[in-house]
C-alpha cells in the first residue's frame, strides 16, 4: 500500500520585495505540480519551481527514524519556490500550498498570512536569534517567543541554525524532535526532562508567516568532500583554499578546501554583487540590515588532545601535511583591503544605508564577548613549523597576533564612523551584551539552545602557555566592560548581578521592536516548565 504523501517542511517565507515575496517548501518526491494559493479566497495561484538540493546525505550519526546507515548516502530532497505578487504593504494575504507527486496523490499545507516587505514607518517586532544547532532548549525558546510576543515580523538568525549542513535530517526531521524547521515552524517534538517532570515542546509557527534573513555560521560550512568516512568529519575536514590549490591541484578548488553549498540552496536571500547570498543588505521596514560573512573553522583549544586544534596540528599527522588543520582558519577575508571589507564601506556610503532609520549589521564571529570563542583574535593563523636537527618535524603551531584581529581593528571602525547603531552576532552560546564610548550596541543573543559558559569570575577560558602572544583568559579581550542587564540580571554566587546569561536551563531570546526603538530580551527558566517569562534587559537605540 502506497502511503499518503506529506511536505517536508511547511512552507516559509523569503525574500520579500515592496510587493512580493518567495514562498519556498520542501518534499521528499519531485512531483508533477507544486503550487501556492493565496487571496482572501485563495482564488490566486502561482506555480513553483522545483530544483533538487545536491548535497543532502545521511550517515552513521543521523538520527532517521527506522533507517541503519553505515557511511554517508545521498537523500533526495526537492525544493519548490513559488513567487506570490501583487501584495500590498502593510496588508497581510492569507496563503497555503500544495504539492502533487507523480501518482496524482496531493498534499495541502495549513493555511498561513504572508506580506510583502514592510515600508519604512510601520512598526516591527523582529526576533534575534542564533546557534540553534538542534540543543536542548532551542524548540522550548522558539515556543516562548510566540507564547510572549505573538507573531513576529521578521527573524533574523547570526549564524548555526543546525551542526553539519549537509545532514538532512538535521534540517528537516531529526527523530529526537528538534530539527531546524519543525522548531521554528512550531511543528518540533522535543521533550524536556527535570525532576522527572516530562515536557514537550513544538517550537512556534513563526517563518511560515515571517521571513528569515541569515547570516553563514562556522555550522554552515562543510569541508572537504568525500574525504572522510562520515558528514562529521567532513564537517571537520576544511582547509585553506590557497593549500586546496596546491595539493589538488587541476580538481575542484571548492570540494577540496570547503563549501556552503547546502545553505546557499536552501535559502533565498538577497545577495550582493560581491558576495552573492554569502554577505548582502538589505532595507526592512526602519531598517537597513547588513549581513556580514564573518566566520572561521571551531578548532579545539586543548593542547593534550589527538585531534588538530586551534594552536596545534595532532602528534600523529606531523608528516602528513593533507591531514593538517591549519588552525582556526578564516573562510572569507573581511581585513581591509579584501574584497568583502571593499563591498561593505560602499555600501555604508549607500543612500539606502546612509537614509535608513536604524542601521544594524548581523554577523557570526563575536567582537565582543565573555564567551570562550573570541580567543585567539581574528585573524589568519600565522604558522611555525618547528624541526628537529635531522629536519624531522617536530611540532606545528599557531599564533594569532592579537593587534591583527580583522574585526576590531578594520570592520569595528568603520561601522562606527558609518554611524551603525547595533551589532548582532553569536557563537559562544550566551547572552550578553557591550556598549562601545561612542554608543555603538553590541548584543550576543545566543544562549538559545544551550551554553558552554562565560569566562568570568573563577571560569577561565583554556589558553595556551608559552606562546608568543598574551592569550586573555577572563572578561571580553577588547577591552569593553559587559553590560549587567537593565531589569531582572541573573544573581551569582555572591548574589551580585552577574552581567551575562550562560545556562543550560535558562534559555533566552530577543526582540527588537522598530517602533520604539528598543531591544528586550528574555529568559524561561526549562527547569521550572510553569514558570513565566521573564523580561531581563531593554536597551534603546539612539
Known amino acids: 500500500m502506497i502511503s499518503a504523501p506529506h511536505l517536508l517542511t511547511d ?3 523569503q525574500l520579500p520585495t515592496t510587493n512580493s515575496v518567495q514562498v519556498v517548501w520542501f518534499t521528499e518526491f519531485s512531483g508533477k505540480k507544486h503550487v501556492v494559493s493565496y487571496g482572501e479566497n485563495l482564488d490566486k495561484s502561482s506555480l513553483a519551481i522545483t530544483t533538487k538540493l545536491s548535497r543532502t546525505r545521511e550517515d552513521q550519526q543521523s538520527k532517521v527514524a527506522n533507517i541503519t546507515i553505515n557511511q554517508p548516502v545521498q537523500r533526495d530532497i526537492w525544493r519548490h519556490e513559488a513567487e506570490v505578487t501583487g501584495l500590498t504593504a502593510g496588508v497581510r494575504v492569507p496563503y497555503r500550498v500544495m504539492s502533487v507527486r507523480e501518482d496524482g496523490a496531493s498534499v495541502s499545507s495549513d493555511v498561513f498570512t ?24 532551542t ?38 524532535g528538534g530539527a531546524l524547521f519543525p522548531a521554528l515552524q512550531g511543528r518540533a517534538n522535543y521533550e524536556m526532562a527535570h525532576n522527572g517532570v516530562k515536557t514537550t515542546y513544538t517550537g512556534g509557527e513563526i517563518i511560515q508567516h515571517a521571513p528569515m534573513f541569515t547570516a553563514i555560521g562556522n555550522h554552515e560550512v562543510m569541508g572537504r568532500l568525500e574525504r572522510t568516512d562520515s558528514l562529521n568529519n567532513e564537517f571537520n575536514d576544511p582547509i585553506p583554499r590557497d593549500v586546496a590549490q596546491k595539493l589538488y591541484s587541476g580538481q575542484s578548488l571548492i570540494d577540496n578546501s570547503f563549501n556552503t553549498y547546502t545553505y546557499e540552496e ?10 552573492g547570498k554569502r554577505y548582502y543588505a538589505v532595507s526592512f521596514g526602519d531598517v537597513r540590515l547588513v549581513v556580514l560573512y564573518i566566520t572561521n573553522t571551531w578548532r579545539t583549544p586543548n593542547l593534550n588532545t589527538a585531534y588538530k586544534g586551534r594552536y596545534k596540528e ?28 571593499n563591498w561593505l564601506e560602499a555600501e555604508l556610503k549607500s543612500a539606502e544605508f546612509q537614509q535608513a532609520k536604524y542601521k544594524v ?18 585573524t589568519n593563523p600565522v604558522q611555525i613549523i618547528e624541526r628537529e636537527q635531522n629536519g624531522k618535524i617536530s611540532a606545528v603551531r599557531y599564533e594569532y597576533p592579537k593587534d591583527a584581529d580583522y574585526i576590531n581593528r578594520d570592520v569595528v571602525p568603520l561601522l562606527e564612523a558609518a554611524e551603525v547603531q547595533f551589532v ?26 544551550n551554553s558552554y559558559g562565560a569566562a568570568w569570575g573563577n571560569k577561565k577560558r583554556e589558553i595556551p602557555n608559552g606562546y608568543k602572544e598574551d592569550y586573555v583568559a577572563l572578561g571580553d579581550p577588547y577591552g569593553l566592560e559587559p553590560v549587567t542587564p537593565t531589569i531582572a540580571p541573573l544573581l551569582g554566587e555572591n548574589s551580585q548581578p552577574i552581567p551575562y546569561i550562560a545556562s543550560n536551563e535558562i534559555t533566552v531570546f530577543s526582540i527588537f521592536d522598530t517602533g520604539k526603538g528598543i531591544v528586550s530580551s528574555y529568559y524561561f527558566d526549562t527547569s521550572q516548565p510553569d514558570s513565566d517569562v521573564v523580561k531581563f534587559d531593554e536597551f534603546k537605540l539612539k
Do not use: C
Open 424 to 449: 548582532l552576532y553569536g557563537h559562544s552560546h550566551l547572552w550578553n551584551r557591550f556598549v562601545s564610548p561612542s554608543g555603538m550596541h553590541f548584543l550576543e543573543t545566543s544562549n538559545v539552545g
Open 266 to 275: 536552501i535559502f533565498s536571500l538577497p545577495q550582493s554583487k560581491a558576495g
Open 11 to 13: 512552507p516559509f517565507l
Open 139 to 176: 524548540a522550548a525558546n522558539l515556543q516562548k517567543v510566540v507564547e510572549t510576543v505573538g507573531q513576529v515580523d521578521g527573524v533574523w538568525f547570526a549564524g548555526d541554525l543546525i551542526n553539519v549542513s549537509d545532514r538532512a535530517s538535521e534540517w528537516f526531521d531529526d527523530s529526537r
Open 114 to 137: 504572508l506580506a510583502p516587505t514592510p515600508e519604512p514607518g510601520q512598526a516591527l517586532k523582529i526576533l534575534l536569534t542564533s546557534d540553534h544547532q538542534l540543543k536542548p532548549m
Open 314 to 341: 595532532a602528534p600523529q599527522d606531523l608528516e602528513h601535511p593533507e591531514n593538517w588543520g591549519y588552525g582556526q582558519l578564516i573562510f572569507e577575508p573581511i581585513a581591509k583591503g579584501s574584497q568583502q571589507y
Open 361 to 378: 549589521v548581523m554577523f557570526h564571529h563575536p567582537p565582543h564577548t565573555l564567551g570562550d570563542n573570541i580567543v585567539p583574535a581574528y
